[in-house]
């Protein structure tokens, strides 16, 4: 994947979601599980999302689904990206036909106009 879009959700001072799956699975030392339970008090986003996953039975599968979820999400930003350049190309490409339309038009009526005075 590309390192760009390695981590897209981890730009907050929010626990890393590996910390969340180490929390849940009980794996995080007792500091590291007081840091991340002092954050739940002030974080409703992290909260819902540990609750979350909490409620997932297989632990273990958890980081697989948060990959295909990410990729599915870069796949759609990719694919928003493209279309959006594929706008812009066609606006651009407008944009120049109708500039040379006009300077046409305007030779014209210049060439028109000089020789009828």
Known sequence: ???HFNDIFVTTGCPTQQQLLDYVQGKLSAE????????LTDCAFCSEALEGLATIK????IPGWIREMKWEVL???RKRYR???KTE???SLAVI?????FLLLAMFWAYHF???H
């Open 32 to 39: 590291e599980q007081h840091e991340v339970e002092m954050h």
């Open 1 to 3: 994947m590309n390192e």
């Open 97 to 101: 036909i109708l500039s040379i339309l």
């Open 83 to 85: 279309s959006r350049r």
């Open 89 to 91: 190309s066609y606006i």
């Open 58 to 61: 297989d632990k273990e599968k």
């Open 114 to 116: 000089a020789i009828r």
């Open 75 to 77: 796949k759609k930003l």
